[in-house]
């Protein structure tokens, strides 16, 4: 398995405190069978100041470890965005990194207050030829009135991103709700762990595969986490499932409604 979202570098942000753990939730990940892991500190502004030089310096060292103590983890570069005015300015100077140097890139709101504009800067990104991917907004506090603006933005072309957590209850009711609306709704595109340590947010896809293969289908499950995250860090095109399933939609209600006329005709 691919996991897009972690926090497995060492002291760089709220995950790993120091190498010790670092190397903890390594072999964690690998024991779960996951054999990549994106790197994606947090940048957030007169918070987390890092860069793409510091997260690929850090992952660096941190893959130097990994060899050294033979666990078979391949780390890729990344970072976990928030929302700032520069954002486009600081991905086109190459300040703020993408995933593994694609046009994707992890997309985090507030968690609390609806962005305003946000819409606006999601357009914006996309027009410049970056792919936004919405993380965990089943854990956003304003998801329970704004969740049209979810669905706007997976329209725009943001990818969606849930927390395996999420979907197996680590997060309470409303994340469990959540989770499970995108997922039906089928808007979901990627599972990742999130991973900050290796207690209360552990590197962990397995349990929440499990259970989206049971809901889902064993095809959407690995497709979750293994088909479009290899997709994405070869830089390759995926239309939003939000779009591809809201179109597969319009045409059943399209062909439902011709049968039904052409039902009415055979009657008279």
Sequence with gaps: MIDLHSHILPAIDDGATDLRE?????????????SCMACTPHIIPGLWANTA???GSAMQSLQMKLEQEELDLRLVLGADVH?????????DAGHIPTLN???????????RVLPPRIEDLATQLVDAGYVPILTHPERLTWLEHHYDTIERLNQIGCLLQITAGSITGAFGKTALYY????????????????????SGRPPILSAARDSVAERLGEAQAIAMVMTRPAQILADESIVPQ??????????KKESQ????????????
């Design 53 to 55: 030089q510091s997260i």
């Design 101 to 111: 140097s694609t046009r994707y890139f992890l997309f985090e709101p507030t968690h």
């Design 179 to 198: 989770a499970e609306r995108l997922l039906d709704e089928g808007r979901v595109d990627i599972l990742a762990s999130d991973a900050h340590n290796v």
């Design 22 to 34: 670092s190397l903890k939730m390594a072999r964690m990940a690998v024991g779960d069978g996951i």
């Design 257 to 268: 409604s011709l049968w039904k006329k052409l039902m009415r005709k055979d009657m008279h």
């Design 242 to 251: 939000g779009q591809r399933n809201r179109v597969t939609v319009a045409r």
């Design 83 to 91: 929302i700032a005015p520069d954002l486009l300015s600081s991905l």
